[in-house]
T-cell receptor
Framework: DAMVIQNPRYQVTQFGKPVTLSCSQTLNHNVMYWYQQKSSQAPKLLFHYYDKDFNNEADTPDNFQSRRPNTSFCFLDIRSPGLGDAAMYLC?????????????FGSGTRLTVV | KNEVEQSPQNLTAQEGEFITINCSYS?????LHWLQQHPGGGIVSLFMLSSGKKKHGRLIATINIQEKHSSLHITASHPRDSAVYICAVRSGNSGNTPLVFGKGTRLSVIA
């Protein structure tokens, strides 16, 4: 089945130690999104790619970077994780060709910072 | 003020009850989504609509564009319906416009 896969499901990292979260898709969607969701809060958009065009939200900390080497994969790099970065990180995709193309979400990666 | 407001924030129901979750938004939209998030995190898309009403099994979603309001109804609720239900809107007309999310409604259905 076509889907969005996030790895790992659970990630524990040390304070200040760089960590990378990955997302892959078999849908061939143009657009990939990274959201951060803290407990009992709405998902917050960090950035998104439309093909290779990178779109950063104005309030996304510089500590967060992203790479999209090809259509299928997108990575979220946290250069120096702090305790406040502990959250669920959600990857989603959509086709960029029309507003009526729905979103498909991955299962998320829950990041713990110790 | 969040652009998307949901009510109630938390809801506990007995199995079999009819449930309504409400969503109000303050911007013009091109599409509204209802999403379901179970403990453990994954989000599943339930409905995407811009007018009228959609039905899928025991779930019904309605939207009133003039009033900027949408409702999600669950008939004959069951404990497996327990989850967080999220309303999200898309305000742009291009396919890459990000969703703006409500904070979600946490539903617990008790047997």
């Amino acid at each position: 089945d076509a889907m969005v896969i996030q790895n790992p499901r659970y990630q524990v990292t040390q304070f200040g130690k760089p960590v990378t979260l990955s997302c892959s898709q078999t849908l061939n969607h143009n657009v990939m999104y990274w959201y951060q969701q803290k407990s009992s809060q709405a998902p917050k958009l960090l950035f998104h790619y439309y093909d290779k065009d990178f779109n950063n939200e104005a309030d996304t900390p510089d500590n967060f970077q992203s790479r999209r080497p090809n259509t299928s994969f997108c990575f979220l790099d946290i250069r120096s994780p702090g305790l406040g970065d502990a959250a669920m990180y959600l990857c989603a995709t959509s086709s960029g060709t029309g507003v009526w193309n729905g979103y498909t979400f991955g299962s998320g990666t829950r990041l713990t910072v110790v | 003020k969040n652009e998307v407001e949901q009510s109630p924030q938390n809801l506990t129901a007995q199995e079999g009850e009819f449930i309504t979750i409400n969503c109000s938004y303050s911007v013009g939209i091109s599409a509204l989504h209802w999403l379901q998030q179970h403990p453990g995190g994954g989000i599943v898309s339930l409905f995407m609509l811009s007018s009228g009403k959609k039905k899928h099994g025991r779930l019904i979603a309605t939207i009133n564009i003039q009033e900027k309001h949408s409702s999600l109804h669950i008939t004959a609720s069951h404990p497996r319906d327990s989850a967080v239900y999220i309303c999200a809107v898309r305000s742009g007309n291009s396919g890459n416009t990000p969703l703006v999310f409500g904070k979600g409604t946490r539903l617990s259905v008790i047997a």
